[in-house]
């Protein structure tokens, strides 16, 4: 299984930063790096796609980056519904998560 | 309205079974892959098995491989999770998720497709304890 590595575990922000979390895969897994956002009771959503591309409803100010095997997820100007924790995923293979980046105040 | 629903789950003793079950409308179940994901408290998102449209092909992590058994009715528009030799380490939220097609891309003369998690249950709760 391909193994994902995030950082950091956590941080802490304040409302209009810009964040940025980091995602490692131990293998190549192209451009095939998805994004959730997972709020406590609520069912995960997608955030990003594809490296890079925003999901149906995702708010322009996430944006995700990198190829292969080191990726990144940005938030430019944090509003309070996104103080949450974050996932990468892999699709290149059986779905793998990282171990999540709680974002908080 | 897309929607995935679970249920089937609850508070089992350590040894014991339990069968999840999600029912899907809104959208061709048969046309998706479909993913068992779960939650343990306080940590993260694990992707516990998957499924092909036809059910020809299954994926199984190795924490679960051989105790649990991924399952569809592309008939009755749902997917199962039957789990047995459950241990307090299976205690968990478990979701069903589509695995869909969100995005297409063309490279030279050929087309790929970007899978993602894009619609997903409200989750249903399994404790293992005596």
């Known amino acids: 299984d391909i193994h994902m590595t995030q950082s950091p575990s956590s941080l802490s922000a304040s409302v209009g930063d810009r964040v940025t979390i980091t995602c490692r895969a131990s293998?190549?897994?192209?451009?095939?790096l998805n994004w959730y956002q997972k709020t406590p009771g609520n069912a995960p959503k997608l955030l990003i796609y594809g490296t890079s591309n925003l999901h149906s409803g995702a708010p322009s100010r996430f944006s995700g980056s990198g190829s292969g095997t080191e990726f990144a997820l940005t938030i430019s100007g944090l509003r309070p519904e996104d103080f949450a924790t974050y996932y990468c995923?892999?699709?290149?293979?059986?779905?793998?998560f990282g171990q999540g980046t709680k974002v908080e105040i | 309205e897309v929607q995935l629903v679970e249920s089937g789950g609850g508070l089992v003793q350590p040894g014991g079974s339990l069968r999840l079950s999600c029912v899907a409308s809104?959208?061709?179940?048969?046309?998706?892959?479909m993913t068992w994901v779960r939650q343990a408290p306080g940590k993260g998102l694990e992707c516990v098995a998957n499924i092909k449209e036809d059910g020809s092909d299954t994926y199984h992590v190795d924490s679960v491989r051989g105790r649990f058994t991924i399952s569809r009715d592309n008939a009755r528009n749902s997917l199962y999770l039957q789990m047995t030799s459950l241990r307090a380490e299976d205690t968990a939220v478990y979701f069903c998720a589509r695995e869909g097609r969100v995005g297409t891309y063309s490279y030279g003369e050929n087309n790929y497709h970007y899978y993602g998690l894009d619609v997903w249950g409200q989750g249903t709760t399994v404790t293992v304890s005596s």
């Open positions: 293998q190549s897994v192209g451009p095939y």
């Open positions: 809104g959208f061709t179940f048969r046309d998706s892959w």
């Open positions: 995923q892999q699709s290149y293979t059986a779905p793998t």
